[in-house]
């Protein structure tokens, strides 16, 4: 062997590799766009169970990059102890087996089995996508035929699965996720692995174990039929249902990931199911005279339940409504009678964005009801976000927001102290013990309502509005409050751990 041309036939390996350099570039490129359409469709599928949280996207993304290292790892391993010829169907194929089979596991885990559901999560992640992180070293192997190449073969399949990675997130999350149901994309990305498999098979060894791993994938495409949790409808957002209420006729409850957002009544609008509807609802119609028409935004929209309360029961008012989710307003146009509301107007945007958008001083009211999940989005928690509501307000504008929390209320107790800091007048109301008016009760938490503006707000009126919906809610403020309040720490665009600060055991919106 001379200089930098020794050859590494020299050393054992045949230079007649089985796999051309365009081949080796779709093999990796295929591979590691597959890995990154695991990941994103894995959120959609855990949102439903374990809420669309920051805490579950860390938990699928190190889930994610755990296989890749592992996979990188044992498959340059194995590939020096064992022909690279013989891996690369297998790694594919079983990949794609075990990925056609993840909706229907995930949701039957879920529904029957909800207490190994982390388990069975974290191996139909792990499982495919160190086997498809693998493929790189393996075709890497089959590619260093020289030494004088090596740098060059490396950092080409290297360049190749990295571009390939941004494909797949780039294309799952503009493209297929608003085309395709969740399960037809894991079924079809099986599908198209498995007939990968039967391809590098028929190459190498024939087509001996390409029909089991067919028959896996069809076994997976039937039992997404009957397996549960289902979707009406998969939104960029959220996997959507509408409920009817088989007490009400015109009843219909919007469920979003498995939390109930919005009851509609599509005949009666001024119906109000659940109690935090009717808590922001005593607040507005005590705080501004009755039938008075309004100039109000909503951060959030989901069902459109109060914006069409307000139309209702105070006509000539114009709702402007920032809903994030187009799939949603879909919804609300097909099945909740959207297109009969008058003067209400959905603007797919940001709710953060959207009140940029809005002149100083124009809006009357603004209402806060926006969820990710079972949080508000942290973005519209902070001291900034609540300085822009207050600069949309006019001198007597109200804000009004719908908060959820549990066990010590750390969250609630940071977004209270954060508004009492943007704005004059700050009050909540709640049940008794969650709001520290009944030190003898246990809080169970759940749903909490804060009102903020610059003008001393009614009290009195608010409770007897309460009252007399049958809430069962007190008012907090002054000292009570402040009590209440504690040294919890404000929220602002540089520190607001909104997912944190809620507590593990969260129950679902709309009690």
């Known amino acids: 062997m001379t200089g930098s041309s020794s050859s590494l036939v020299a050393e054992g390996m045949p230079r007649d590799d089985g796999v051309g350099s365009r081949a080796a570039a779709v093999l990796v490129f295929g591979s590691s766009a597959a890995v990154l359409v695991v990941e994103i469709v894995a959120l959609r599928l855990l949102a439903p169970y374990l809420g669309l949280t920051l805490e579950t996207s860390t938990m699928v993304i ?31 194929g ?67 699965g990295t571009v390939g990675a941004i494909v797949g997130t780039v294309l799952t999350g503009f493209v297929l996720v608003s085309r395709l149901p969740v399960s037809g ?28 791993l067919t028959l896996v994938v069809v076994a997976g495409g039937l039992s997404t039929l009957v397996a549960p949790g ?42 109000l199911e659940f109690t935090y509807v009717r808590a922001i609802a005593s607040v507005v119609d005590a705080a501004f005279p009755k ?21 209702a029961t105070r006509p000539g008012t114009r709702s402007l409504v920032s809903e994030i989710d187009s799939g949603v307003v879909g919804i609300d146009r097909d099945q909740l009678g959207l297109r009969s509301a008058a003067g209400i107007d959905v603007r797919v945007e940001d709710g953060r964005l959207g009140l940029r958008r809005l002149d100083a001083g124009s809006r009357d009211l603004v209402v806060g009801d926006a969820f990710g999940g079972v949080s508000v989005p942290w973005h519209l928690t902070t001291v900034e976000a609540m300085t822009d509501v ?50 003898t009760a246990t809080s169970k938490g759940g749903n909490m309502v804060v009102l903020a503006s610059n003008r001393p707000v009614d009290l009195r009126a608010t409770q007897e509005a309460l009252d007399a919906r049958q809430t069962g809610w007190k008012i907090a403020t002054g000292n009570d409050l402040t009590s209440w309040i504690g040294d919890a720490r404000l929220l602002t665009d540089d520190y607001a751990p909104v997912d944190q600060l809620l507590q593990p055991y969260r129950a679902p919106s709309g009690q």
């Open 62 to 92: 190190g889930i994610a990059l755990t296989a890749i290292a592992l996979g990188s790892w044992l498959g340059g391993r194995i590939a020096d102890q064992v022909n690279p010829r013989r891996l690369i169907g297998p790694s594919l």
């Open 94 to 160: 079983v990949s794609g087996a075990v990925v056609a089979l993840t909706p229907a596991v995930l949701r039957t885990t879920a529904e029957w089995a909800p207490a190994l559901l982390l388990l069975i999560a974290s191996l139909t992640i792990l499982v495919p996508g160190a086997l498809l992180s693998a493929v790189t070293p393996i075709v890497t192997k089959l590619r260093l035929t020289s030494l004088a190449e090596t740098g060059t073969v490396v950092g080409r399949l290297s360049g190749v």
């Open 185 to 212: 994309i894991l079924i079809g990305l099986g599908t198209l692995l498995v007939v990968g498999s039967a391809l590098v098979e028929w190459r190498t060894r024939g087509w001996r174990s390409a029909p089991a």
């Open 230 to 271: 289902g979707c009406d409808a998969e939104t960029r957002y959220h996997c959507a249902r509408v409920v009817a209420d088989p007490d009400r006729a015109s009843g219909r409850t919007l469920v979003l990931d498995g939390v109930r957002h919005s009851y509609v009544d599509l005949d009666d609008p001024t119906f």
């Open 291 to 311: 039938g008075q028409p309004l100039a109000s935004h909503h951060l959030g929209g989901g069902g459109l339940t109060f914006p069409r309360y307000l139309a």
């Open 390 to 439: 207050r600069r949309v307000l006019n001198e007597d504008g109200l804000y009004v927001a719908n908060l959820i929390d549990h066990g010590g209320l750390a969250f609630a107790r940071a977004e209270v102290a954060t508004l009492s800091e943007t704005f004059e007048h700050v009050a909540l109301a709640g049940e008794p013990a969650d709001i520290g008016l009944d030190p």
